[in-house]
């Protein structure tokens, strides 16, 4: 999200997340005041490769609720960000890139210093490429830790949203998958999102 009045409309949709890019890299740069919108929604600060002093600067400014980690970030500076957030309930999410094969023995660094996983499709920007990856490489996936699925996900993903979900479900690990991310395929333009692409998504994916 960039715009205020843009976060506002989106927010009457009631998400459980709405995202924030604090990397300058980006067109989705975000760099205003957080408009008021209902405390239900985990106001989520997006980082690549910052320094904790910088992302706590950002929690207090915006009173952040959870932190998704977007730049290689190590299981030690995971580890660290934890500690300094102890008496805290904000979420750490880390974020992983996909694209043909994915080498989950990655991940066990990481189980004890985060409260999510993330898949993302490797691409060549940060916050938004638009090209989906093989879910079917997540069948594989070793861990109990719930996971957000992302990358390109937009309306002509439904389908294929629910056969994945339907999979989890049938192995009696419907709860791994835990958020689907949307950004870039409900766009006008980049930090711009469309309410009545993403309002008809809302619509759908209560299954």
Not at 76 to 100: G, R
Request: one cysteine or more; hydrophobic letters at 40%; proline letters at 3%.
């Amino acid at each position: 999200m960039k715009y205020p009045e843009n976060i506002q409309d989106i927010a009457a949709l009631n998400p459980d997340y709405m995202g924030f890019i604090f990397y300058e890299k980006t067109p989705r740069f975000f760099n205003t005041e957080i408009p008021k919108i209902q405390n239900s929604i985990k106001k989520t600060g997006v980082f690549v490769k910052s320094k904790i002093a910088e992302i706590l600067d950002k929690i207090n400014k915006y009173d952040l609720n959870a932190i998704q980690l977007h730049g290689g970030e190590s299981a030690e500076f995971c580890a660290e960000l934890k500690l300094v957030l102890k008496e805290t309930s904000i979420e750490i999410i880390k974020v992983f890139s996909v694209k043909s094969e994915f080498d989950f023995n990655q991940l066990a660094d990481f189980e004890d210093h985060v409260d999510y996983f993330l898949f993302d499709t490797k691409g060549k920007h940060k916050g938004g490429n638009g090209e989906t990856f093989d879910w079917t490489l997540l069948k594989e996936y070793p861990s109990e830790k719930p996971f957000f699925l992302s990358g390109g996900i937009g309306l002509e993903q439904f389908e294929d949203l629910k056969k994945f979900y339907m999979y989890f479900n049938k192995i009696g690990k419907q709860d791994l998958l835990y958020a689907v991310d949307v950004n870039s395929a409900f766009e006008s333009e980049p930090g711009l999102k469309d309410i009545e692409k993403l309002r008809q998504f809302v619509d759908v994916m209560m299954w």
